[in-house]
């Protein structure tokens, strides 16, 4: 698919609309369309015997719609150029994202919120496209923080197939910013003195990044730490976006790289981008 949008979830929420806003700039910087989705459950969806929009969660009709145009029409109006399109889709949130990611170039999700998707917490449904979206997945964090302008965008590497995408996405997010990449290997402290493999890893990163995009300013940080998952959330503090890939390996002490990136998404002190590949694009002679 040559125009996959950039796909955002907005369920009317001061956090959604902080990531609807991400969104924006990043189908700016992509020359992409941007897609706001709103998902929702049916009334008696999932054996709930009661109509959930009697609890205070907006409509899908004529709430949801208007919700929707107008954040539309106000990204537009900071966002000139901008191509928005909007849509609610009846199903539960996580599915509805997760099934949008398919098609998309790159999935956005706030933090946390509520209302749209059916009462949930955002962060609920965060966690789970995640976890299991079909492309990039963007984790706005904190949810009422502007878009960052300042700061590196650092990559988790740990030597897997998939921190390595992370460090091509990486590379790529450093340049859209103008920006410093980063490629940090936290080591447990006891693992100190084989600093050579890792320094060797590190360096094989940096080479592909630097490779890839001669000129980029490229910075490998080795840091040892009794807790490997803690020490790269304490330094988000002062990064614009953290690459994290979806699986890995050894490099976070035998962790997977699934539970650390679980763990960025839930306190990361700046945006996730969970580097998930594209799903392969659907045949369109295919029959339906």
Known sequence: MTNRPVVVG????PPS??????????AVWRSRPLHLVHGYLHPLGYGVPINPYEVGVPT???DGRKMLEQAAAELVDRWPGLTVEVRQVAGG?????????????LVVVGSRGLGGFAGLLLGSVGTQVAAHGHCPVLV???????????????VGVDGSESAELA??????????RGGTLVLLHVAAEDGAAEDGPAA???ATAGAAARGSRPGLTVEERLVAAPKPDQALIEAT????????????????????LGSVSQGLVQHARCPVLVAHPHAAAPDPTAPI
Do not use: K, N, W
């Open 140 to 154: 706005i964090r904190p949810p009422d923080r502007p878009i960052p302008t300042d700061g590196p965008v650092l």
């Open 237 to 256: 503090g002062d990064a614009a976006l953290v690459v994290a890939g979806s699986r890995g390996r050894g490099g976070f002490a035998g962790l997977r």
């Open 93 to 105: 949130p996580g599915a509805t994202l997760v099934e949008e990611s398919r098609r998309a170039e």
């Open 200 to 202: 060797d890893l590190l």
């Open 17 to 26: 609309l902080v990531a609807a806003e991400h969104a924006a700039q990043a």
């Open 167 to 176: 460090v091509g996405y990486g590379t790529e997010e450093a340049v859209r």
């Open 10 to 13: 907005v369920d009317g929420s």
């Open 60 to 62: 899908a009709s004529e």
